[in-house]
Nanobody, 114 residues
């Protein structure tokens, strides 16, 4: 059974940084693309970043230059380093093992105060 567990969220002030972690189990982690998504209150879930099995990373325009996705296959973990956080980055952040089906974690709350 595939399980993804996010951690690292919290309350920070604008301009500060956080690092989110996504720990996976029950899956051939190293061969899968992992993505980070977020959902703010009253909004649809939106894609933030993803990293391929080979380590190639892709970002949504609104986080380019501020967020960095990385993976440690030995630890079955993907990270999202978030810098220069803005109040509009406030959301629940989810990681997902992308595919058919896609597996999701339970999410971690990130709140950025102004």
């Amino acid at each position: 059974q595939v399980q993804l567990v996010e951690s690292g969220g919290g309350l920070v002030q604008a301009g500060e940084s956080l690092r989110l972690s996504c720990a996976a189990s029950g899956t051939w982690f190293s061969i899968n693309t992992i993505g980070w998504y977020r959902q703010a209150p009253g909004k649809q879930r939106e894609w933030v970043a993803r990293i391929s099995s080979g380590g190639r990373s892709y970002y949504a325009d609104f986080v380019k230059g501020r967020f960095t996705i990385s993976r440690d296959n030995a630890k079955n973990t993907v990270y999202l380093r978030m810098s220069s956080l803005k109040p509009e980055d406030t959301a629940v952040y989810y990681c997902g093992q992308l595919g058919v089906p896609t597996y999701w974690g339970q999410g971690t709350q990130v709140t950025v105060s102004s």
